[in-house]
């Protein structure tokens, strides 16, 4: 971990946001109190250089006062604009940039030495860059304050780009720009209002995407810089705000995140229909003189309770217990262990944990004390839910202690496909006598002070979507497994498209631009017979190719399609699409069946208008030249979407992990997205890519349970089938400017 960022010991990596410099009495302790560790704030250029090259920093030196007292460190934010400079607009002028780059130096090289993390803007890829995001006007304005403070102080710790959400393209641009020569960390606010598990595919694209670009030697973490839960959303509530609080900290720390900030300290207000008011840990009003001064809410115990529990305690690694939703995470202090588990499922889980035989202390996600549990001589029986529980055994658990002592596994293998590797993971030895621990058929004795190392053959294959890499011991007759996943570098993923008439469009798309020789053939049919084989040869730099397999069109309804790649004398299932498609159904688009309206902000004028017309150029050859839908649109400034809906009731056979569609875009950064609705009345909107382009694209939305979207309604955020559209396409007009172009629809398409 860079110097000046914590460990894994908690609460070190524990933070929140404030939106002061003057803590009210009693505060700050309560703040402490929490397990808070840091804070993240505001350190506004406009209140602190009013003239120019007149610095005032006292507002700042009083919250530095009153956090030293109590041992918490800061997170500043440089933001945003000054009038003195570029007429108040995010600096985009050399003088402008110049302007704040003086100015951030001179903050860092008055503060030097005191612990601070400095953080490049905040949220530069939305609203808060004015006049409107520039990532370009961005990357130059980071370099230029990034230099200045390397330049004045050079130890101290500098981060960005803070951005909302994971936004790739914002964060792949500033990698480009040479920014990881500068930044210490990575920040990033995974907003979401769905689990916070869901987050970890997110962290290791972004993982790779800084291995990509970061300069050769150099680790830069990423930094959960921002991110909470309101209660005031739909489907939320106090009590699950606290349950979402305790695992967002839990999984950024299995995710190697050395800072997690949670918004926000306390509620901003007191309207029950504005969920802006409900991030906080505490409620909003101030009760001078009381203890505490804030009213705590559950979001407040969790905090307390998690960061109390595991006091000292590092963690030390996930066990791995056999299903992706359980969570078993493990921490050690010395000889001692700690257990936090949880799982995502909605219906209780059953696991059982390696332990030596004793009894277990338990304790509730707010600090209320549980049943205790007993281990016998077949290891921890616990039942997961969706709170973590903490667990402590009563004596030294010695199966706990060797599990602890066993290294951890990386969070993922990247690797070049295809290709056979081994993977050595030690295992120590903390007893002071020898013991005998079983690793497939092998019996393996470790000597006290010795490691061994334990040996895994793995391949990397061409697969897009990570494969999973167990290794399991067994300890006094008890299993302990950890898993990782294997990513390839330079996958080859297979996307199939509308199907045409009896044959199947597939795109092969090569995202590592590395020269490819193989051979795909696919397979359909009841009993799996290949329909079809093509070589596909990419020269270096080529990102794609098409190709057209014969596939009779009743039978990938009914029967499905599997793809395989043979290379080099390998033969392994090809990576389709992000999921491996069973079949494919088709949704016919005839202009009878559908009709297009406006929703939104009622004060909001907005023209839509849907005909069936022939294609514009640019399909795959496969299709001909076939009837498409076009949709003219405008929208005045506000918000406002349109939306294609059935004429009447359309329901969705089975389940379909995702829809497919060939858009015709207009490059006007409006936001697609469908939506339907399930069995108990709950609506599910997933987005698309906004639409950046001119000319046809295939794009395509998750329809499965963990990334659809979860967009209201009165149950849990599970899809209870069966399903049926609601709209078969949204367009949202995201930058909420004037704006006005067409768009045109074809091949809509479902996957199984």
């Known amino acids: 971990m860079p110097a000046g960022l914590p460990d894994a010991t908690l609460p070190n990596p524990l933070g929140v946001n404030i939106h002061f410099t003057d803590p009210r009495p009693g505060e700050m302790e309560m703040l402490a109190q929490g397990g808070f560790r840091w804070v993240r704030m505001d350190f506004g250029w406009e209140s602190t250089e009013k003239e120019r090259g007149r610095y005032d920093f006292s507002a700042y030196d009083r919250l530095l006062a009153a956090l030293d007292r109590f041992h918490i460190r800061p997170v500043f934010i440089l933001d945003y604009a000054n009038p003195n400079y570029d007429n108040s607009r995010s600096p985009d002028t050399d ?71 994971l936004d790739f393209r914002f964060l792949e641009t500033c990698f480009k720009g040479g920014l990881l020569t500068l930044w210490d960390a990575v920040s990033v606010h995974p907003y979401r209002q769905n689990d916070p598990e869901t987050v970890e595919d997110e962290y290791r694209r972004l993982r790779l995407l800084i291995a990509k670009y970061a300069p050769v030697g150099k680790r830069i973490p990423i930094l959960s810089g921002e991110w909470g839960y309101s209660a005031g959303w739909s489907g939320m509530d106090e009590t699950k705000q606290g349950r979402m609080l305790a695992r967002e900290y839990l999984v950024n720390l299995a995710n190697d995140i050395p800072i997690s900030i949670w918004y926000d300290w306390h509620d901003d207000g007191l309207d029950p229909k504005e969920p802006e008011h409900h991030f906080g840990t505490v409620r909003n009003p101030y009760h001078a003189g009381a203890k505490p001064v804030y009213e705590p809410k559950p979001a407040y115990l ?108 990386p969070l993922e293998l990247p690797g070049r496909a295809p290709s056979r590797v081994y993977l050595k993971v030690p295992i120590a030895n903390p007893s002071a006598v020898p013991i005998r621990l079983q690793y497939g058929d092998s019996l393996i004795q470790v000597k006290a002070g010795k490691p061994v190392d334990i040996m895994k053959l793995y391949d990397v294959t061409r697969s897009q979507a990570p494969s999973d890499l167990v290794i399991r011991l067994r300890l006094n007759g008890m299993e302990v497994a950890q898993r990782t996943e294997v990513i390839a570098l330079n996958p080859l993923v297979l996307t199939p498209l509308a199907p045409g008439q009896d044959s199947l469009p597939v795109r092969i798309s090569n995202p590592s631009i590395d020269p490819v020789d193989v051979e795909i053939t696919a397979a359909a049919g009841e009993n799996g017979g290949v329909t ?152 599910f909107q997933p987005d698309g890519d906004a639409v950046t382009w001119t000319g046809w694209r295939w794009i395509t939305f998750p329809m499965d349970g963990s990334h659809a979207g979860h967009w209201g309604g009165p149950n849990d955020g599970s899809i209870h089938y069966p399903i049926h559209w609601d709209s078969l396409f949204l367009l949202d007009n995201a930058t909420r400017a004037r704006t006005a172009g067409t768009v045109y629809l074809f091949g809509p398409t479902l996957f199984y």
Request: proline residues 9%.
């Open 302 to 409: 969790a905090a307390r309770t998690l960061s109390s529990f595991l006091s000292g305690y590092r963690f030390n690694k996930r066990l791995w217990t056999g299903s992706p939703d359980d969570y078993v995470l493990l921490f050690r202090k010395g000889a001692d262990i700690r257990l936090a588990a949880w799982t995502r499922s909605p219906e209780p889980r059953d696991v059982r944990i390696a332990a030596s035989p004793g009894q277990f202390r338990a304790v509730s996600p707010t600090g209320a004390p549980l049943s205790p549990l007993t281990a016998d001589a077949t290891g921890l029986r616990v039942r997961l839910t969706v709170d973590p529980v903490y667990l402590a055994p009563e004596r030294t658990n010695d199966v706990l202690r060797m599990a602890a002592a066993w290294q951890r596994l």
């Open 95 to 165: 003088e402008g940039r110049a302007g704040m780059a003086r100015w951030a130096a001179a903050a860092v090289t008055h503060y030097k030495g005191r612990g601070i993390v400095w953080e490049m803007y905040n949220e530069p890829n939305i609203g808060f860059w004015r006049p409107k995001p520039n990532v370009d006007d961005y990357v130059k304005l980071a370099l230029a304050v990034g230099r200045a403070i390397r330049a004045a102080a050079p130890g101290e710790m500098y981060v960005g780009p803070a951005t909302s959400t």
């Open 532 to 683: 079809g084989r093509a070589p596909v040869t990419l020269t270096t730099g080529r990102a794609e190719t098409f190709i057209n397999f014969p596939m009779p069109r009743d039978v990938l309804a009914k029967e499905g399609v599997s793809f395989t790649i043979h290379e080099n004398g390998s033969t392994h299932e090809a990576a389709v699409a992000d999921l491996v498609t069973e079949r494919t159904r088709i949704v016919p688009i005839p202009g009878s069946r559908f009709t297009v309206s406006t929703d939104g902000d009622s004060k909001v004028a907005a023209d839509v208008k849907l005909t069936e017309t022939p294609a514009p150029p640019g399909l795959p050859s496969p299709y001909g030249t076939p009837a498409a839908m076009r949709i003219d649109y405008r929208f005045d400034p506000g918000w406002k979407f349109l939306e294609v809906r059935p004429d009447t009731a359309l329901p969705v056979d089975g389940k379909p992990n995702r829809f497919g569609i060939w858009l015709y875009g207009d490059r006007s950064g409006n936001v697609p997205r469908l939506r339907f609705t399930d069995a108990t009345g709950q609506t």
